[in-house]
């Protein structure tokens, strides 16, 4: 039995040192394999395009935390996505700066001081500004937690319904069915949802119009959630003041689009997070394990919903 690994180079050292410790053996490459019966596991961001030729295959690890690139597994194969702190912290810090830029009207001093413009502009506190977060899977709750603790009016939406989550000092869950009276509370609306069927195109015109005028957009989930030709109206007419993106369609931007050249809207080469070596490579030795004492698969995705 046997991890085929099909990540970036540098990662490797780490991931054969790992699991060389825990007693297991690591294909780096396909070119490596021996026998494609021994592959057991596959870690991978872009899995091979022959899974069939793997015929012991049970597990496909995603060495990032999203599922939505990947094709349908073969039946019997299972999908992990990497669970790591270190994820989910990064994330974190990402929403909490980007909440902060748009909070303190980044956009506006940044384009100002291209300008030469000495301008101070009202500034609001943070218990004036309510934010609402699309998804509050492990991300979402740690974001919110942290944006609460900074004063902010945090309030998530989730498919799995209202109520409240249950960390302490806990925050406000819309259910599915109350989307309206979320975003129409949200003057500041970050999406870490997955990127599904039911999800893909939810930053959209209808979307935008059910916020609040001059809303601002805090997108970290995946580019397919975002409608760009609703995303530039809605700027243009002033029913968003501006966005801080880490993800668009298509990926990579093209340097010629508008929104580099829109001081509006802030875009990071998505780098919200990067999943680190270390955690990458313990999450699948605890798949490896899972999967030999037919115990529940870390990081398990059900492929019928995508996450």
Not at 1 to 15: D, G, H, I, Q, Y
Not at 52 to 81: F, K
Request: aromatic letters at 4%.
């Amino acid at each position: 039995m046997a991890l085929l690994f099909l990540s970036t180079p540098n990662r490797a050292p780490v991931w054969r040192a790992i699991l060389s410790e825990a007693g297991e053996t690591m294909f780096e490459g396909e070119e490596a394999v021996t026998d494609p019966a021994l592959v057991t596991e596959i870690a991978c961001w872009v899995p091979p395009k022959d899974l069939g030729r793997y015929p012991n295959l049970r597990a496909v690890i995603s060495v990032g935390a999203g599922v939505d690139h990947l094709p349908p597994m073969p039946p019997g194969v299972a999908l992990s996505r990497t669970l790591a702190p270190g994820i989910e912290a990064m994330v974190r810090d990402w929403v909490v700066m980007a909440t902060l830029l748009l909070h303190r009207d980044l956009p506006l001093y940044i384009d100002q001081a291209r300008q030469g413009l000495w301008r101070p502009h009202p500034v609001q506190p943070a218990t004036a500004r309510r934010v609402g977060i699309l998804g509050m899977g492990r991300i979402g709750r740690l974001a919110a937690h942290s944006l609460q603790a900074l004063d902010f009016d945090v309030a998530g939406l989730s498919r799995s319904g209202g109520g409240r989550d249950a960390e302490p000092g806990s925050v406000p869950v819309f259910a599915e069915g109350d989307v309206e009276a979320f975003l129409a509370r949200s003057d500041l609306l970050v999406c870490l949802l997955p990127l599904t069927s039911e999800t893909r195109g939810v930053l959209g015109a209808g979307t935008f119009a059910a916020l609040p005028a001059g809303a601002g957009l805090i997108h970290a989930g995946r580019g397919g959630h975002l409608d760009m030709p609703a995303l530039r109206e809605a700027l243009d007419t002033g029913r968003l003041s501006g966005a801080v993106l880490d993800v668009t369609d298509p990926e990579p931007l093209p340097a010629d689009h508008w929104l580099w050249r829109d001081p509006r809207v802030i875009i990071t080469p998505h780098v919200a997070a990067q999943t680190d070596a270390t955690e990458g490579a313990r999450h699948a030795l605890a798949v490896i394990r899972a999967l030999r004492l037919g115990t529940t698969v870390p990081g398990l995705v059900d492929q019928q919903k995508g996450y």
